[in-house]
């Protein structure tokens, strides 16, 4: 019978998930649970709920009961970016000096996860949880060509876009040992990726104008590069949890690195400039094979394309301390190996949209670095069924200056603040929580010698904040 009610449970959250999630937009979650949340994250010392499946799955053997649980986190972020793309004080399209936003959208990501509790068998406990631990997604209206340019055919609206969805299904048991002062968990991640990058390509007119027609604004062609894949990937966690004595628990967890293999389409699109007069009356007369460049139509091409997209490792400690029967105080420090993020390698089958060559690879570097995050708890209980939450956390950037883009938008050291409530009834939970997390701002100039072909960051002035609220129930049985 709770088996049947599990799997009830799962198709009908199952049916919600795709609609929750598919018009979402946002930034990376911090983490799972409205428990965890609310402690800022520092977690992994005492993973005492369903969450633990997540941050340490050892945790989750001492479970008291069976349960069933449904969170929801709903993102509000709010970054701005205000471009200064120049080349020797040149502009190039972009619209400098203002300050721009994404579409302003408020999005929801679902959780769920239903577990067994074998009491009989040393506290034995074996299920399912479903999450969400990627998420990014930003949409701007960033560049035009320059006045004069003339392209008939508009540019996209949404010329720069960055958009990353990972689900993660994770199956996880753990059992306890040493009459209950040890537990040892481990899970299963079988991850579903999307990803979609947008971004501008600025080709140079020579050779496919002569020098003496490519003058501004003809000397650079914008190529719309889109590029939109879906892929698998493979994983898993272990978790210690030791419990010292009565005020003092101590927890260990790893999460391997996953590679997800995503397959799909990378379209390549051109827009031409619109001058008939010109192309006719001065460039055809000279080079009739230029002046085909002069008449505003676009060039496009669509790429078969595979590419790996490596998330990271992660590993971390975490205490809990009980000063006092309604007083928990939780500390956590994790690294996470973002290093293995260098750079996005396609294999390709296609041609060039402008030349007709066969194109067979492209990348896109990342060159991102390791991030070691701190975690501060604070849990006070007035009564044995309202708990009431604080944390903390302080996380550098991974992103380097030199790879720093808005389709990420992970630009500075994020400070987080978190508070949160928890109510328990006989057989039920229910929990909420809200987080700030504030970005530092971040002026990024311009990078001498770098030329408009070879850009690669996006020179500008970064600004972001986002607010989270997480909202839970639990059901045990």
């Not at 993973?47 to 633990?52: F, V």
């Not at 929580?433 to 690669?456: H, Q, R």
């Amino acid at each position: 019978m709770r088996f049947r009610n599990l799997v009830i449970f799962f198709f009908l959250i199952f049916l919600l998930i795709y609609p929750l999630n598919s018009h979402s937009s946002g930034l990376t979650p911090s983490g799972v649970g409205t428990k965890a949340l609310g402690l800022g994250g520092a977690f992994r010392g005492l993973a005492d709920d369903w969450s633990a499946s997540y941050w340490n799955p050892a945790g989750l053997a001492f479970q008291t009961k069976s349960e069933v649980n449904f969170s929801i986190m709903v993102l509000n972020p709010r970054p701005k970016f205000t471009p200064d793309v120049t080349f020797d004080g040149w502009g190039v399209g972009y619209r400098n000096g203002i300050k721009w936003y994404p579409d302003d959208k408020t999005f929801s990501l679902p959780s769920f996860s239903g577990f067994l509790k074998f009491p009989e068998l040393n506290g034995f406990i074996t299920g399912l949880a479903f999450f969400i631990p990627y998420r990014s997604s930003f949409e701007w209206d960033l560049f035009d060509p320059l006045p004069g340019y003339n392209n008939n055919i508009p540019y996209p609206g949404i010329d720069h876009k960055g958009d990353l969805t990972v689900l993660d299904f994770h199956p996880s048991v753990a059992r306890q040992f040493m009459e209950g002062k040890l537990s040892l968990g481990a899970g299963i991640s079988i991850q579903k990726g999307d990803l979609t990058l947008r971004r501008v390509d600025l080709v140079p007119t020579e050779p496919f104008v002569t020098s003496f027609f490519n003058n501004r604004p003809f000397d650079l062609f914008p190529v719309d590069n889109r590029f939109e894949g879906d892929g698998w990937g493979f994983g898993g966690n272990i978790g210690l949890l030791y419990k010292a004595s009565p005020k003092f628990q101590i927890g260990v967890s790893v999460r391997s690195p996953i590679t997800l293999k995503l397959s799909g389409t990378r379209t390549l699109t051109v827009y031409l400039p619109y001058d008939t007069s010109f192309a006719r009356n001065v460039v055809q007369p000279v080079d009739s094979v230029a002046a085909n460049y002069f008449y505003g139509y676009t060039l496009s091409s669509i790429l078969d394309s595979d590419t790996k997209f490596k998330l990271p490792a992660d590993f971390g400690v975490g205490i809990a301390v009980m000063p006092y029967s309604n007083l928990t105080v939780t500390v956590d420090v994790n690294l996470t190996t973002w290093s293995s993020l260098k750079e996005l390698k396609f294999e390709e089958k296609g041609k060039d949209p402008l030349t007709g060559k066969e194109i067979t690879g492209y990348s896109v570097p990342f060159e991102w670095k390791d991030a070691t995050r701190f975690s501060l708890g604070l849990q006070y209980m007035p009564h044995k069924s309202l708990a009431l939450r604080a944390g903390y956390f302080l996380d550098p950037t991974p992103t380097p200056d030199k790879t720093l883009t808005p389709l990420f938008f992970n630009s500075g050291e994020k400070n987080g603040y978190t508070l949160g409530v928890g109510y328990k009834g006989e057989s039920f939970e229910l929990g909420y929580s809200y987080e700030f997390t504030g970005y530092k701002e971040k002026f990024l100039k311009p990078t001498e010698g770098v030329t408009p072909s070879s850009l690669i960051n996006l020179p500008g002035r970064y600004e972001n904040g986002n607010h989270t609220s997480y909202f839970t129930f639990t059901y045990k049985f």
